[in-house]
């Protein structure tokens, strides 16, 4: 287990049901967070289908996707839209093609107003990006402005470094960690002296 909890979901939430589209098997269908126990879990809110920079995160998402399922995670991406909308966003949009990520249709807000992404004007989703450990646990929480897209790069690097402080008690990754670099083991010893620890 990582070393320190941000925030415990309450197992309630493992309940709540919601439509998903699955781009793969072109089919819809019911499921739960409850379905998702066995692996981190990355629920990346988007703000609409149809719109900019949505499918520019949506395809660097798909491209590094085998690569997020590589590091023991699964990711949903998650809009208020329908799932007929994430059908034909995927027949049209052309930086779509080949989309194999499972769509989540947030219709009613509920996920979207738990994580508390949601924007009461527009009823969309901000851009938050949640990583959710095996053991229910919110890890990470990044939420963007709405013209900038986020980096599935970065995303895979804190994935890795979460599995790694998972997997090794007592260390800790400095910024920028990637995996193979040097990491640290805080103590008394090492405070004011980190750069020479990283030497």
């Known amino acids: 287990m990582e070393n320190t909890t941000i925030i415990q979901l309450e197992s309630t939430i493992d309940l709540l049901s919601f439509d998903i589209y699955d781009p793969t098997s072109d089919t819809v269908g019911k499921k739960s967070l409850g379905d998702f126990t066995d ?61 194999k990520i499972q769509m989540v249709s947030d219709r009613n807000a509920e996920l979207s107003k738990l994580f508390g992404v ?3 004007q527009s009823w969309n989703a901000a851009r938050g990006t949640f990583i959710i450990s095996p053991d229910r646990v919110i890890k990470s929480i990044e939420i963007v402005t709405e013209p900038i897209g986020r980096s599935s ?14 997997s090794n008690p007592g260390l800790a990754c400095p910024a920028s960690w990637n995996t193979g670099e040097k990491t640290l083991q805080p103590s008394i010893k090492i405070a004011g002296h980190v750069g020479e620890e990283l030497q």
């Open 39 to 99: 692996k981190r879990l990355v629920l990346f809110f988007y703000p609409a289908d149809f719109t900019f920079v949505c499918p520019t995160e949506l395809k660097d998402l798909n491209t590094a996707y085998q690569e997020i399922q590589d590091t023991k995670a699964e990711i949903l991406v998650i809009s208020t839209d329908t799932v007929f909308s994430h059908k034909r966003w995927i027949e049209t949009e052309k930086l779509l093609e080949n989309f």
């Open 118 to 120: 949601i924007n009461m």
């Open 153 to 166: 790069g970065e995303l895979i690097r804190k994935i890795r470094a979460l599995e790694f402080v998972r």
